[in-house]
């Protein structure tokens, strides 16, 4: 059981800094979480440190592919704005 | 060396002579070891920001909490956001482009790391630049830029790498308005929202800034203004800071524009007009000195304040470097001569400004200008396109407009106004183009209050629309000290009685 991190991230580091197992790691074009090392944080933290920390919504997924922090979660921005303005494609 | 940017301002030009006006006052306050530890510090001194050059370095990707006036995802290289950077360097590559800079610049005196995340969000490449640089060019000023979330657990160390600048945003002190502000932090490995999260930020925020004082570290807090959510609360805001020993609170405005995508610019918060955010600095600075010339500059910009020379050094030149090709011993050297040069310059200047009670300007041409103004003669804005202390911009060419106030007492730098460049150059500047002229509206907008604008030239269009709202274009000072040109304007104003009425009643909007 892992994490992953979709191509929304925009490097910003903030990840890999802390997490408990330094299972993120700079790739080309965007981080990745190394699923061997990852342990969904479980039995270090309460939260996923990489998803708590992370600033983007829905660059990291569950193994289903369901977004840690859906659209909307993290800014308040309602998402029928973000579609309005073509930063969100709609139904996902 | 010859430093095509730089040379002409510490020549002496026009900004330079007569040093912003309002520069020794502003630091009168400051008990003297603070004003001496200020009072040529490029970013905080008016008179020391024409001479002296900083940098920033964007190494600094993270950050810990979220802002609404902020979207990590889409920066852009054209807008001067803070915290925005195209490029982002490791410490290593900022470490060699410093060197080099500090080498080829021998005004540099400050380098600041301040994002494009937070630096304590990032301590450990932070950190390294700091240690590196105090250890092979240990005469720069370092200075850090952050949030304060992170600030009581890193003040030591800050103390130990002998940083003594630090500046703070500090947008509010109360929880309720704070949760309006932000809607989350990362905080002890949990992702906290709302008043919560805005409780905790404010609280490491204010034990930051009381740490920091009391270890002696200089420290400046940037508020941004934002209508409707913490304009009056700014005032409070001031007030506390000031009390627990910030030398210096810099309210600056709040960019929001959808294109940003931010959530203020998407859920359509307005920007503050100029004149609200003129009253709010005005009131500020009934508590606390405040130098308003803080640009909102770019965290990679390379240079004098408000000149960006980041071109000369990019990515591939400084890649192209080894630590072994920079001596950066004689460099240090070199910037003493410069540094102890200019400091001498600055004391003269302050020195000649105390004799005379009249403006130098004014005294220079009184014995030919009977008709000097009197101190009954109300005071003027002006907006100036100018470089370097000169009038030295096309109208349609400025990114932004100095303002000063003209007065009897002399020649007051009151603040910066920026404008939508509406001249985009010769293949946008089509007549009668809708977009432009939307542009034009708004830059006339940011001119509100003034009543003269002074540049090097100015198209026939914009002449006509500055004249219909009351404000006067006036090309005849181009290359002229900014200063004189201001009082020249003020004084044929007066000659021609225009003081004695009243300011045209568009002025209070
Ligand atoms: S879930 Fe935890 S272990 Fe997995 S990558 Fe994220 S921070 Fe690392
Ligand atoms: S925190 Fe999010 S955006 Fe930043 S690098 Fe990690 S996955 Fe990408």
Redesign the pocket.
């Known amino acids: 059981m892992a994490l992953q991190?979709?191509d929304?991230?925009?490097?910003?580091?903030?990840?890999?800094d802390v997490c408990p197992n330094d299972a993120?790691a700079l790739a080309d074009p965007?981080?990745l979480i190394d699923e061997r090392k990852c342990t969904e944080c479980l039995g270090d933290h309460a939260e996923p440190q990489?998803a708590a920390?992370?600033?983007?919504e829905a660059?990291?997924v569950d193994e289903l592919g369901v977004y840690l922090n859906p659209p909307g979660s993290l800014t308040g921005i309602p998402v029928a704005r973000l579609v309005e303005f073509g930063l969100w494609k709609g139904a996902a | 060396m010859e430093l095509p940017v730089i040379a002409n301002t510490a020549a002496g030009g026009g900004c330079s002579t007569s040093g912003c006006g309002t520069a020794p006052d502003a630091l009168g306050h400051l008990p003297d070891d603070i004003r001496a530890r200020v009072q040529d510090h490029p970013c905080y001194s008016e008179e020391a920001h024409h001479y002296f050059a900083r940098m920033h370095v964007a190494v600094a990707?993270?950050c810990n909490i979220q802002c609404n006036y902020c979207n990590?995802k889409y920066d852009c290289a054209n807008e001067s956001r803070p915290g925005v950077v195209s490029e982002l360097l490791s410490p290593d590559q900022a470490i060699r482009k410093v060197l080099a800079v500090a080498a080829a610049i021998p005004q540099m005196s400050v380098l600041g790391v301040a994002g494009p995340g937070d630096p304590l969000a990032n301590p450990a490449r932070t950190f390294e630049i700091f240690r590196q640089l105090s250890e092979r060019a240990p005469d720069i000023k370092l200075c850090l830029s952050t949030n304060g979330l992170k600030l009581p657990m890193y003040v030591d160390e800050i103390a130990r790498h002998n940083i003594d600048h630090v500046t703070i945003t500090i947008n509010c002190v109360d929880p309720e308005v704070g949760a309006m502000i932000y809607p989350w932090i990362f905080w002890q490995n949990r992702r906290v929202r709302g008043v919560e999260a805005a409780r905790i930020l404010i609280e490491q925020q204010q034990k930051g800034l009381e740490m920091l004082t009391a270890r002696g570290i200089l420290v400046k807090v940037n508020s941004v203004l934002i209508p409707g959510v913490n304009d009056q609360h700014l005032k409070e805001v001031s007030k506390v800071v000031k009390a627990k020993g910030a030398f210096l609170h810099n309210v600056m405005p709040l960019i929001a524009e959808a294109e940003h995508g931010t959530y203020y610019g998407l859920m359509g918060q307005a920007s503050p007009t100029a004149a609200q955010l003129q009253e709010l600095q005005d009131a500020c600075a009934g508590d606390m000195a405040m130098m308003r010339h803080c640009r909102q500059c770019r965290a990679d910009a390379v240079g004098i304040l408000g000149e960006d020379r980041g071109a000369e050094f990019t990515m591939d030149r400084i890649d192209a470097l080894t630590l072994a090709e920079i001596d950066y011993e004689s460099a240090m050297v070199r910037r003493k001569e410069v540094h102890d040069a200019i400091i001498d310059q600055l004391d003269q200047q302050r020195e000649a400004r105390r004799i005379p009670p009249m403006p130098p300007v004014l005294g220079a041409v009184a014995d030919e200008m009977p008709a000097a103004p009197r101190p009954t003669l109300r005071p003027v804005l002006m907006a100036v396109a100018g470089k370097n202390g000169v009038v030295a911009e096309h109208f349609g060419h400025a990114r932004e407009f100095l303002v000063y106030e003209a007065s009897p007492t002399g020649v007051r730098f009151i603040g910066h106004r920026k404008t939508d460049l509406y001249c985009a150059g010769i293949e946008t500047c089509g007549e009668g183009d809708a977009a432009q002229e939307s542009v034009l509206d708004k830059t006339i907008a940011a001119l509100s209050g003034c009543e003269v604008v002074l540049c090097s030239r100015i198209g026939f269009e914009p002449w006509g629309k500055l004249e219909a709202s009351g404000i006067v274009p006036n090309g005849e000072h181009a290359m002229e000290p900014i200063e004189d040109a201001v009082m020249a304007v003020y004084q044929e104003m007066a000659a021609s009685g225009k003081l004695a009425d009243p300011a045209p009643s568009r002025k209070a909007a």
């Open positions: 991190i979709t929304a991230c925009l490097n910003c580091w903030a990840c890999a993120i965007h981080f990489c920390i992370c600033p983007i660059a990291i | 990707p993270a990590r």
